[in-house]
């Protein structure tokens, strides 16, 4: 096994046991921390095949990335639709071509001059 490019010393190892198919297996086992940024890999070299086989160790995903993103969307939908929602009863409350009259004679001429006549 390999960090880097550099070999790990280390590695527990499992003794050689059969398999159901009359082969044998052996196991190599190394403990470090996922979010170790280096590269690992594990070279096998076995009599049937072509040379040296590498092989690389790819983190998984973080999982939770896409929830945390689907709820905070999720969260801006729904107070996107409160607005829109707010907005439009807002709008719906005013008739166009109305106008409220004044409460208040202050300052209309038009209504004392026609009174006085």
């Known amino acids: 096994m390999q960090r880097d490019g550099a070999k790990v010393e280390e590695i527990h190892s499992t003794e050689v046991r059969p398999n159901h198919d009359g082969t044998y297996q052996i196991q190599n086992l190394m403990e470090f921390d996922p979010k170790d940024q280096a590269k690992f890999s594990c070279?096998?070299?076995q009599g049937g095949l072509n040379g040296k086989?590498?092989?690389f160790y790819e983190p998984k995903a973080d999982f939770m990335v896409p929830i945390i993103v689907s709820v905070v969307i999720a969260v801006l939908l729904?107070?996107?639709?409160?607005?829109?929602f707010v907005f439009y009863k807002k709008k719906a409350g005013q008739k166009t071509g109305y106008n409220p009259a004044k409460t208040s004679d202050?300052?209309?001429?038009?209504?004392s001059s026609s009174a006085n006549a």
């Open 43 to 45: 070279v096998v070299d």
């Open 53 to 55: 086989m590498v092989m």
């Open 106 to 111: 202050k300052g209309d001429s038009s209504s």
């Open 78 to 84: 729904v107070a996107l639709a409160i607005v829109g």
